[in-house]
């Protein structure tokens, strides 16, 4: 592999040594059995016999070389996949197109894409994740984005439409990845407590929250070595049997849909905006945004101990910058550079970490987004700002809960708690009885209200 020096002001430390690859220049695939076959051990050895992934690997703990050589396949994959979804590889053929779609649809992704984000995550654990996140971005092409976001449209080779179109479709791509690296914890070894039938579980809930499903087309998500008898009683636990139209066909039950997750990995484009759209119906139906209580998204559940490294994101100034850029762009009427969709994923990616820190009872992060790192780059102003703005009215309830909880961070860093609140901005959350309850009532309250709502 060619390797290409990252600068020290980049990643905080060293100068390093990122893999140079240019997936539009250079020849790639989508079959890579190795570092899947890898994968696949890391995941169940390092809980089973309570190793660490350093270990696992007999890698040195500061070692960049080896897990750069690990998930170099596996992050070609996944940005080759994003690349060819996105129209950018339009004059090779529906050969390749079709190898994308089956990478990702359910015959294939179980033994290609699955694989890929699991050791992704493996080596998210173990390196830094300055230079984590910045082999991943310039597998995306963003590393001028990210300097300044203005002046990387000149030096990509696309021109004109083309070159802002494609820009915010690797964005957008780009964060997704990190979302995902981040929430999909549901899989037995990587989130704590989880088995398969936890996994099959959330694939069901994703599955039926689309709508109304047939018994016969619910089986045919599921490749055909699944437990039959385990996915019909997860079903028939998950699911309503009704009859509309003469046909038999399962709902998803009221009280499991607010587990969905509106930017589930296993769901394809067109089943994403089918889910928005099922999930604005149901909100509509409870009253509308401005009837939600501020409020983050539900929580995934907690790394295993080898997988824990991952949470070394919340500690990075890369990511804040990430977030800081887009933020920025965003609150500029007339900036290019930006879409409704890359708003949302980092609302949603910020609300998430926010949480998770709050779990672990750290205020890390929290310093970052205030610009308490020495660095000054705070992102709460450009949040301020949003939030009266129409761009997030179907994330207004998460960004006002994210404003709140850095607002807080703040008074504490500032004047410790006798220090008083500063005034909000006025947005709509509900009733005065909502505004007027102690953190922990209003916490509660939100819980019953989405609850109730879903």
Known sequence: FKHHAVEQRLVGKKSQELILFDILKEKVSFHHPLPRFIAGLL????????????NLLRIAPDEIRGPLLLMEPCSRSVVLASQVLAGMWKRNGYGVLNQALHYQLHLSRAVMYDKDIIMLQSMAAILDPGVFLYALLYKYRLEKWLVSPQNSLKDRKERGEDAVRFLISELEEFLFLLIVIFCERYKPGIGEGMTSTDTIRRELIHILFLGPLPHSHI???????????????LIKELGVLRRISGKSVFELKENYQQYYDPFYYHHTKVEQSKAEDTWRKLLKVAGGFDRVPASPPCQPPPFTIPYQGILRLLRCPVLIKIFHSIFSEATKEDSKIWSMKLLHQAIHLCSLMI??????????????????????????????????????EERRYILTWIVKQLRKARNEESGGSNSPM????????????VDSATPTKKRLMAEEYRKRMM
Do not use: W
Request: aromatic fraction near 4%; include cysteine.
């Open 422 to 433: 500063l005034p909000t901005v006025a947005v709509h959350e509900g009733t005065d009885e």
């Open 219 to 233: 089986m045919k998500k599921f490749k055909m070595s699944d437990n039959d008898n385990e996915v019909n009683q």
């Open 43 to 54: 995941a169940g050895s390092a809980s089973r016999y309570n190793m660490s992934l350093v």
């Open 355 to 392: 949480a998770e820190e709050q779990r672990l009872d750290q205020n890390v992060f929290a310093r970052l987004c205030i610009g308490l790192d020495g660095s000054h780059l705070s992102i709460l102003p450009l949040l301020e700002v949003l939030q009266s703005s129409q761009r997030v």
